[in-house]
């Protein structure tokens, strides 16, 4: 048998019938033409449109506006009617709002307060009860409380962590479904989710008697700003800040606790 190389790079040997015959017989294979290339898809992709999830997330926004600014209060709403956002309401949220399906999903998603429901999850309980896990709140006692409270409420309230919710000054607190409890002890988060409902929200100031007390005293003694502002005007506020800088501020390392003009880069 006779051989001869392949190529002048390439060292292995290879008989020349065996070549032959391998040329020979070799067959190219032709893929069938697919039915309907290039042709538009009947339905969208991701998760198709439930009818009755629809019609439900219309008829709770009702005449509201559908503009994305107001994709998170068309959210707490479902949350609030459903006690959850189920994936059927969320994908119907997103055609009814004309928004993207992602879009939504990731508004979703990103606020502890929004209990998202996948296709086969079990809904979560009625009540939940979240434990601030801030640096200010474990101080105080939250992370006892996080691992007292699941035994004293039952597997019928879920007991999670949760960031921050804006109380330091009242730490430890515990927000039992929608109520924040300041300096919350387990004796009095077990009482209020005992009775099963939201007490009265606490009385706040309102703007007359915040002005009446004194406030925006500062504010109101300004010069006009904007297109009225003049010369004076430009020096009382220039005078004004340069007052609020010269107060005596406690110095940390780096100038922390200093007012920004005064911090070393």
Not at 75 to 93: P, V
């Amino acid at each position: 048998m006779t051989y001869r190389e392949l190529s002048p790079w390439h060292p292995r040997p290879v008989a020349l019938e065996s070549r032959t015959n391998l040329m020979q017989n070799k067959t190219i294979a032709i893929h069938p033409v697919k039915t309907g290339a290039g042709r538009p898809r009947a339905t969208l992709k991701g998760r198709s449109v439930d009818p009755a999830a629809l019609s439900e997330v219309q008829a709770l926004l009702g005449a509201a506006p559908r503009r994305a600014d107001l994709l998170i209060e068309h959210l707490h709403l479902l949350q609030d009617r459903y006690g959850q956002l189920s994936a059927a309401h969320l994908a119907a949220l997103a055609l009814e709002m004309k928004l993207a399906q992602a879009e939504v999903f990731e508004v979703a998603t990103f606020y502890h307060h929004f209990d998202v429901v996948r296709e086969g999850e079990a809904s979560p309980p009625a009540l939940t009860v979240r434990v601030c896990a801030s640096l200010s709140c474990e101080l105080a006692g939250a992370k006892n409380l996080l691992a007292r409270l699941p035994a004293i409420l039952g597997a019928d309230v879920r007991v999670i962590p949760a960031p921050c919710v804006g109380r330091c000054e009242q730490a430890p607190v515990v927000v039992v479904g929608q109520n924040p409890v300041a300096h919350a002890t387990a004796d009095g988060v077990r009482m209020l989710a005992a009775a099963g409902s939201r007490p009265a929200p606490s009385r706040r100031t309102g703007y007359a008697a915040y002005r009446k007390d004194g406030g925006y005293a500062l504010l109101a003694g300004a010069p006009p700003a904007g297109a009225n502002a003049t010369r004076s005007s430009r020096r009382w506020k220039t005078r004004r800040c340069a007052d609020w800088a010269a107060r005596d501020f406690p110095r940390g390392a780096n100038g922390a606790s200093s007012p920004p003009s005064r911090r070393r880069g």
